[in-house]
């Protein structure tokens, strides 16, 4: 079945440092989605990307669509304390009925 | 979260209970998907429904597990004979459109089982 990978899996960084995380799927994805998840809370979207090549820009986030629609990555700029949570991709392929595949997440803790 | 509701929050179950989980989607959405979540780990889908219909239920496993969305009311995920296995958060999302190019899918809070 289809896979995503995310990396990396934790990272610790300093209060206005830039972060760079992606996501690599060995099947072709026709939509990918990044959402954010608080402790105890549902995921929140933050981009949604639909075509190949597309970059979106959501305030301080930057999201990339692969070209070869296998990959995607997330730019956080000048993170701040309240960045922190966990980022999961999750992507679509053009064979499924419409459910998502979730990445394992990338848990960011920022120290002020 | 975007308007889906899902109760209850909290759930926990002795071994061999029912556990009855409910969705509403947000208002004008008619596709429901059910995720279930278990600590450290990403989502995994388990089905998905429209109004009466369910469309995909790959996800879902085959024995003490069903949906449903009815015509009126919520959607009901219901895990029946409840093992400790089955603790985990259970994540229902909904969209407007399926199929379509702008299918985007918003989570509710989800329900935290735990069978004791």
């Known amino acids: 079945g289809q896979q995503l990978n995310q990396s990396p899996q934790s990272m610790f960084i300093q209060e206005g440092e830039d972060v760079s995380m992606n996501c690599t799927s060995s099947s072709i994805f026709n939509t990918w989605l990044w959402y954010k998840q608080d402790p105890g809370e549902g995921p929140v979207l933050l981009i949604a990307l639909y075509k190949a090549g597309e970059l979106t820009s959501n305030g301080r986030l930057t999201a990339q669509f692969g070209i070869t629609r296998k990959d995607s990555f997330l730019n956080i700029s000048a993170s701040i304390p309240s960045d922190v949570g966990i980022y999961f991709c999750a992507g679509r392929g053009g064979g499924s009925q419409g459910n998502l595949i979730f990445g394992k997440g990338t848990k960011l803790s920022v120290k002020p | 979260n975007a308007g889906v509701m899902q109760n209850p929050r909290h759930l926990v179950r002795r071994r061999g209970q029912e556990a009855r989980l409910r969705c509403s989607p947000m208002?004008?959405?008619?596709?429901v998907y059910w995720y279930r979540q278990l600590p450290e780990e990403g989502l995994k889908f388990m089905v998905y429904?429209?109004?009466?219909?369910?469309?995909?239920e790959s996800g879902m496993p085959k024995e003490r597990f069903s949906a449903e969305f009815p015509k009126e009311g919520p959607s009901i995920l219901r895990i029946q004979q409840v093992v400790r296995g089955d603790s985990a958060a259970y994540f229902c999302a909904s969209s407007p459109l399926s199929g379509a190019r702008r299918e985007t899918q918003y989570f509710g809070p989800g329900t935290r089982l735990l069978v004791l």
């Open positions: 429904l429209q109004k009466e219909n369910i469309i995909d």
């Open positions: 208002k004008g959405h008619s596709h």
